[in-house]
């Protein structure tokens, strides 16, 4: 197949490439070998008719920071409200662009930390009123986290391109020194130094674990602070009506711009394609099968390392989950695992390949704030060990019914993917591994292979643009952007 540019796969780094390079003037053909378009922000009725279930990702907090998102439009401006110290945040409660309406929805909570003998951790948009919540621990809070919110988009700017281009300005390289500081910390190592009580402490675990890393490796905190940051900064909100609504406002973009979207179309070798330039929102191991690459840059990626799957469960159910805790009704977000402690030995056993019978296990409660899915749907995962084949709805469910007494009672249908169904349904979820690759400090700018400019392969006008690339997983578009950038400037 021929155009002036060809960009396989489309997930949100394949999407933000293809419509990057079209306003370019490029003429652009984007293939998916699946039949939706989106990648991880797929949506589908998997449990009951009329329930819409996303098959990845919902919470949108970086689509909301990313400065790809920012330069298409999608995230653009809004409304504000004063946040902790002069801290501005930014509820997009409907956000209208020129490639359709995308309505991002707020729940009145943006996550909240069940804890077994005392009220939960909630945190909120106000970032005062989640330090007020931590007792002795709320000006530790407004140090760590309150301190990334209050540097703004500009250090998350930076943060989502470690390896740039950088404008030179001097103070938020100086906050991103500072924020570093305490980020570089294993969150086990911060959580015990810093934080004095258990809700402190669990509430950071509860971030932490996100990376899907041992909470004792190095730079778990950095990725615990800079979520929680978000929160205050942008919220957690979710499309409404599914996260496919904003895939299918992305690919109509494309279209709009005189680009080509084809679905159903799986490329196995580039040989299959006549293009100057082509973008590949695939990890290492697809690559590996699609060229003939150097020996050096092939032994490069053959060391690529991926991290642990999950095991997800999408539930339909009658009503809403019963919390013990009343207040964790409003959260979007709920992180179930308990104390700091418990989290680290989940995580823990994971990290040896094992499966820890009590997980930490990440809820997302679509409810909360968008009515609009055809009724109560609620999904969860929790780690295991890449590959692995061991049904854990039990663990989950446990996890949920220890914080939501007779959650089981209100299940009206399930449906389950294990790391080999999540891997058939998309390709660059390696072993269940939704992050494209291990999120460790050794690849977190290695990724996949050591250079100034990893989005550009060996090969002529080909470029990488996956989660395998830099700054990693999460719905923000900026391995596309990269990718573009280069291929736009040569």
């Known amino acids: 197949m021929s155009a002036d540019a060809?960009?396989?796969?489309?997930?949100?780094?394949?999407?933000?490439?293809?419509?990057?390079?079209?306003?370019?003037?490029?003429?652009?053909?984007?293939?998916?070998?699946?039949d939706q378009f989106g990648g991880g922000l797929r949506s589908a009725e998997v449990t009951l008719p009329g329930r819409v279930h996303d098959l990845g990702a919902t919470v949108m907090a970086m689509a909301l920071a990313s400065p790809a998102f920012r330069e298409l439009g999608v995230n653009g401006s809004g409304p504000k409200e004063p946040g902790l110290h002069g801290v501005e945040s930014c509820p997009v409660e409907s956000r209208p662009v020129e490639f359709g309406l995308v309505e991002f929805v707020h729940p009145a909570v943006v996550a909240a930390h069940p804890l077994d003998d005392r009220p939960a951790v909630l945190v909120h948009r106000d970032a005062r009123r989640t330090a007020a919540g931590l007792g002795r621990d709320a000006a530790v809070w407004e140090r760590t986290v309150g301190a990334a919110a209050r540097a703004g988009l500009p250090l998350v700017d930076l943060l989502l391109k470690p390896l740039g281009p950088w404008e030179p300005q001097p103070r938020v390289f100086a906050q991103a020194a500072g924020f570093g500081v305490a980020a570089a910390l294993p969150a086990t190592t911060l959580g015990r130094r810093a934080f004095r009580t258990v809700e402190g402490r669990a509430v950071l675990a509860g971030m932490a674990a996100h990376s899907m890393l041992d909470?004792?490796?190095?730079?778990?905190?950095?990725?615990?602070?800079?979520l929680a940051a978000l929160a205050h900064l942008v919220g957690w909100p979710v499309v409404k009506g599914g996260s496919q609504v904003l895939a299918d406002a992305l690919v109509a973009r494309l279209r709009a711009l005189g680009g080509e979207a084809v679905s159903g179309h799986r490329v196995r070798h580039l040989r299959e394609l006549d293009a100057e330039t082509v973008v590949l929102d695939v990890t290492p191991r697809q690559f590996?099968?699609?060229?003939?690459?150097?020996?050096?840059?092939?032994?490069?990626?053959?060391?690529?390392?991926?991290?642990?799957?999950?095991?997800?469960?999408?539930?339909?159910?009658?009503?809403?989950?019963?919390?013990?805790?009343?207040?964790?009704?409003?959260?979007?977000?709920?992180?179930?695992?308990?104390?700091?402690?418990?989290?680290?030995?989940?995580?823990a056993e994971m990290a040896h390949g094992r499966h820890s019978p009590r997980p930490y296990v990440l809820?997302?409660?679509?409810?909360?704030?968008?009515?609009?899915?055809?009724?109560?749907?609620?999904?969860?995962?929790?780690?295991?060990?890449?590959?692995?084949?061991?049904?854990?709805?039990?663990?989950?469910?446990?996890?949920?019914?220890?914080?939501?007494?007779?959650?089981?009672?209100?299940?009206?249908?399930?449906?389950?993917?294990?790391?080999?169904?999540?891997?058939a349904a998309n390709p660059n979820l390696v072993g269940g591994d939704i992050g494209g690759g291990l999120a460790s400090l050794g690849q977190f700018v290695r990724r996949p292979v050591w250079s100034a400019a990893p989005w550009r392969t060996p090969l002529p006008g080909v470029f990488l643009c996956s989660a395998a690339t830099p700054p990693g997983a999460a719905v923000h578009g900026m391995g596309g952007w990269q990718a573009a950038r280069l291929a736009i400037t040569g």
Request: charged share 20%.
């Open 6 to 34: 060809v960009v396989v796969g489309s997930g949100p780094n394949g999407l933000v490439a293809a419509i990057l390079l079209a306003q370019a003037g490029r003429e652009v053909l984007l293939l998916e070998a699946g």
């Open 215 to 226: 909470l004792r490796s190095p730079m778990t905190s950095g990725y615990g602070l800079l």
């Open 288 to 347: 590996l099968t699609m060229a003939e690459l150097p020996a050096g840059y092939r032994r490069g990626l053959e060391r690529y390392r991926y991290g642990p799957g999950v095991f997800k469960l999408d539930w339909a159910l009658d009503g809403p989950v019963p919390w013990r805790d009343p207040a964790v009704a409003a959260a979007g977000t709920v992180h179930l695992g308990g104390t700091l402690e418990e989290i680290a030995l989940s995580e």
């Open 363 to 423: 809820l997302v409660q679509p409810y909360a704030a968008d009515d609009s899915r055809g009724g109560h749907t609620l999904w969860a995962y929790c780690h295991v060990p890449n590959g692995s084949r061991v049904d854990m709805t039990d663990a989950i469910e446990g996890q949920i019914e220890r914080f939501a007494p007779g959650f089981r009672d209100r299940v009206l249908a399930r449906h389950a993917m294990g790391p080999a169904e999540l891997e």
